[in-house]
């Protein structure tokens, strides 16, 4: 059964960075698409970004050339590069593995607990 831990969450002034990580066991992450979301206090969960096994890639609007989605099929893990943070991006950030067609709108079936990202002057 594949099982999915987010690390690499913490606490960030505006314009900072951070890499989130989202490490697999029970599979190998090139057998999926994974796909970042978040979800704030009171808001829906949105997708971020979501990468394929052959490597394509997707992006949100709302990232705007800030985040970075790669992977590392040799630690069997995919990063989320988060770069000029805003407040804006506080919030629970999950990963998840499916289907890469349609990621973005939530299609993925297996999930992490998630890792929390606060964003504050």
């Known amino acids: 059964q594949l099982q999915l831990v987010e690390s690499g969450g913490g606490s960030v002034q505006p314009g900072g960075s951070l890499r989130l990580s989202c490490a697999a066991s029970?599979?190998?992450?090139?057998?999926?698409?994974i796909g970042w979301f978040r979800q704030a206090p009171g808001k829906e969960r949105e997708g971020v970004s979501c990468?394929?096994?052959?490597?394509?890639?997707a992006y949100a609007d709302f990232v705007k050339g800030r985040f970075t989605i790669s992977r590392d099929n040799a630690k069997n893990t995919v990063y989320l590069q988060l770069k000029s943070l805003k407040p804006e991006d506080t919030a629970i950030y999950y990963c998840?593995?499916?289907?890469?067609?349609?990621?973005?709108?939530?299609?993925?079936?297996?999930w992490g607990q998630g890792t929390l990202v606060t964003v504050s002057s």
């Open positions: 998840g593995a499916g289907g890469f067609a349609h990621c973005l709108r939530g299609s993925l079936e297996v």
């Open positions: 029970g599979g190998t992450l090139d057998h999926y698409g």
């Open positions: 990468i394929s096994g052959g490597g394509s890639t």
